[in-house]
């Protein structure tokens, strides 16, 4: 008998305080069709191991994502850096005047395109990107043991096909 998606998504049951002091099982079932739903579930182990793992060195979600998109691109300008992050302009100025004043990032004009800011790591940000790097490792190891290697790709592969969506007006 093959398994459909609803049936291998199953979970245990969430505990509710009843109106006695007693637990009832709270069903989520229509929720687990919902992707937004799923999503933020998955979030919550994700952001907690973040939290334990990256954030002692002081870096949010989105600043650790800047320092290794630089650390592994070069010659980023703003324009690929806000497309690639999905961020509008003015937020994506804001995140990067952040990363400059501690020192991590600096922008200069681009040497092909006056109108172009290419942004880099300072040897300060490329220490700690690559700090950054070496405990995300870690970190993903610790989320996803659980899923084999082909459930792992599936797992990307998949995200990365909705993830696709934010360029298009839908």
């Not at 002081?58 to 650390?71: H, S, Y």
């Not at 690559?130 to 995200?159: D, I, N, T, V, Y």
């Amino acid at each position: 008998m093959s398994q459909t998606p609803q049936t291998t998504a199953r979970r245990r049951p969430r505990r509710a305080a009843g109106g006695d002091g007693r637990t009832a099982a709270l069903d989520d079932s229509a929720m687990q069709r919902l992707l937004g739903y799923n999503l933020a579930q998955a979030a919550i182990p994700t952001s907690r191991i973040f939290r334990l793992r990256i954030g002692p060195l002081g870096l949010t979600q989105v600043e650790f994502t800047v320092l290794i998109l630089l650390l592994t691109n070069q010659e980023v300008t703003q324009r690929q850096l806000g497309r690639t992050l999905g961020a509008a302009p003015s937020n994506l100025t804001n995140l990067l005047t952040r990363l400059e004043g501690k020192g991590l990032i600096e922008r200069r004009r681009s040497s092909r395109d006056a109108r172009a800011h290419i942004i880099g790591l300072t040897r300060r940000g490329e220490a700690l990107a690559k700090k950054a790097a070496a405990a995300a490792e870690g970190m993903e190891e610790a989320l996803l043991k659980h899923l084999s290697a082909g459930e792992r790709a599936m797992l990307f592969e998949l995200l990365a096909k909705v993830a696709r969506l934010r360029h298009v007006h839908v």
